[in-house]
């Protein structure tokens, strides 16, 4: 049972180019969430979707780029890297929107340079 | 609105001594609280959560938290510390409508030995 699944682990950028980074789940999650990390600061919620092809922003959508055409994966897309970009990103998966458990992945950490 | 304050950015601790973790949240709702524990380089793992049920919530690893309304707190401790505990701690509130999460911003604990 892989849960959820992101790649790259590692990605170094350089300013204005762009990417995707990719999330999976198998465990038919209606539910889908990626967040930034920064130090010292939490993790913060970039953009969410309660199912295939609905999404909505978080606190955090600047700069970047989602879509849900499968129940399975939530690509997020960055258009125009940013120094302000440099960031450990999860990807997160729960069942539904009442406080369930929310499963993540193992992070992606992305450098701007 | 909803917000989560972790009182210590870092903890440390001796092997064998008890852990105390506290965090004190704000909503406007009854509130769905978990913890979640981040081992470097890894994703997140949810240690226990509290969805309205018993106040006092058992989690694995030998971690609990007691859930106070009259505080807004939602503290997290463990009678022992073991070495393998070091890691950095999240208290998370979720928001039952989207299930978005509201992060801390995490506690690092050091257990020495």
């Known amino acids: 049972n892989a849960g959820v699944t992101q790649t790259p682990k590692f990605r170094i950028l350089k300013i204005g180019q762009s990417m995707t980074l990719q999330c999976a789940q198998d465990?038919?999650?209606?539910?889908m969430y990626w967040y930034r990390q920064d130090p010292g600061m939490g993790l913060k919620l970039i953009y969410y979707?309660?199912?295939?092809?609905?999404?909505d922003k978080g606190e955090v959508p600047n700069g970047y780029n989602v879509s849900r055409s499968t129940t399975e994966d939530f690509p997020l897309r960055l258009e125009l890297a940013a120094p302000s970009q440099t960031s450990v990103y999860f990807c997160?998966?729960?069942?539904?929107?009442?406080?369930?458990?929310?499963?993540f992945g193992q992070g992606t950490r992305l450098t701007v340079v | 609105a909803q917000s989560v304050t972790q009182l210590d950015s870092h903890v440390s601790v001796s092997e064998g001594t008890p852990v105390l973790l506290r965090c004190n949240y704000s909503s406007s709702y009854s509130p769905s609280l978990f913890w979640y524990v981040q081992h470097p380089n890894k994703g997140l793992q949810l240690l226990l959560k509290?969805?309205?049920?018993?106040?006092l919530v058992k989690g694995i690893n030998g971690f609990e938290a007691e859930f106070k309304k009259s505080e807004t707190s939602f503290h997290l401790t463990k009678p022992s510390a073991h070495m393998s505990d070091a890691a950095e701690y999240f208290c998370v509130v979720s928001k039952a409508a989207g299930n978005k999460l509201t992060f801390g911003g995490g506690t690092r604990v050091l257990v020495k030995p």
């Open positions: 997160a998966s729960s069942t539904r929107g009442d406080g369930t458990e929310a499963f």
């Open positions: 509290y969805t309205s049920a018993a106040t």
């Open positions: 979707s309660v199912g295939a092809g609905i999404t």
């Open positions: 465990m038919n999650h209606n539910y």
